[in-house]
T-cell receptor
Framework: GENVEQHPSTLSVQEGDSAVIKCTYS??????FPWYKQELGKRPQLIID?????GEKKDQRIAVTLNKTAKHFSLHITETQPEDSAVYFC???????????FGTGTRLLVSP | NAGVTQTPKFQVLKTGQSMTLQCAQD?????MSWYRQDPGMGLRLIHY???????DQGEVPNGYNVSRSTTEDFPLRLLSAAPSQTSVYFC????????????FGDGTRLSIL
């Protein structure tokens, strides 16, 4: 089955810096890659997603890139702010129903 | 606009007790799922349903049962709780349209003593 690895497990940056979180997946048939942000004690919330027919997607300060050949995708956050501090999860799916397989999460801390 | 509603928010059980975690959605979504979240392990799929009357196992189904008698509701049952089932449980729903985002509930924090 699908296996998703996520790095780093923790990431500390200064406010205004960029942050990059990387994920690799094992199943070449995976075709949907969402990213979720989870604040302490809250539900996971989708922040951006990408499908396998697209190499990059941007939404304001957030972007995701996908390299299907290498089977990895990355989340880029520019001009980080303290409110970006949270745990971020990547996931992958290869079915019409989103049988999502999640990475183990990255705790991002943005210091003022 | 309720979205996905989970009850209860917190629960403490003794080993061997049974319990049902409730999940309801008001978005007329076909797909519903249950995940558990443990420290350092992300979210893992327990069971899922692609429509009323249809359920299937996910990655970690042992010790859990589900049913889907209506589109709106997808309860998760623990028949005989074990300490290893201490976790945070999230229910999610999504449209059947290809690769639509999953919407999560607020979660149920379950402790088994």
């Amino acid at each position: 089955g699908e296996n998703v690895e996520q790095h780093p497990s923790t990431l500390s940056v200064q406010e205004g810096d960029s942050a990059v979180i990387k994920c690799t997946y094992s199943d070449s048939a995976s075709n949907y890659f969402p990213w979720y942000k989870q604040e302490l004690g809250k539900r996971p919330q989708l922040i951006i997603d990408i499908r396998s027919n697209v190499g990059e997607k941007k939404d304001q300060r957030i972007a995701v890139t996908l390299n299907k050949t290498a089977k990895h995708f990355s989340l880029h956050i520019t001009e980080t702010q303290p409110e970006d501090s949270a745990v971020y999860f990547c996931a992958a799916s290869n079915t019409g129903f989103q049988k999502l397989v999640f990475g183990t999460g990255t705790r991002l801390l943005v210091s003022p | 606009n309720a979205g996905v509603t989970q009850t209860p928010k917190f629960q403490v059980l003794k080993t061997g007790q049974s319990m049902t975690l409730q999940c309801a959605q008001d978005m007329n979504h076909e797909y519903m799922s249950w995940y558990r979240q443990d420290p350092g392990m992300g979210l893992r799929l327990i069971h899922y349903s692609v429509g009323a009357g249809i359920t299937d196992q996910g990655e970690v189904p042992n010790g859990y049962n589900v049913s889907r008698s209506t589109t709106e509701d997808f309860p998760l049952r623990l028949l005989s709780a074990a300490p290893s089932q201490t976790s945070v449980y999230f229910c999610a729903s999504s449209s059947a349209d290809s690769n639509q985002p999953q919407h999560f509930g607020d979660g149920t924090r379950l402790s088994i003593l």
